[in-house]
């Protein structure tokens, strides 16, 4: 999530919803291996990111 960050940290908004299957960006995944990652907002600032890691099978 450190790419996700770094690309859009500063434009990541409530609603966002981030999908990425990346292999090098995410750290040696698979490549049909999907990352999920939703930001959480309070009184509107990312206070942190849900993500979920849905590995192919």
Known sequence: MH???????????????FIA???HAAGGTHLP???LAQPVF???ETLWLCLQYCPSC
């Open 33 to 35: 291996d999907v990352n």
């Open 3 to 17: 790419t996700l960050l770094e690309k859009h940290g500063d434009d990541i908004r409530p609603g966002d919803l």
């Open 21 to 23: 299957n990346d292999p």
């Open 42 to 44: 309070v009184d509107g």
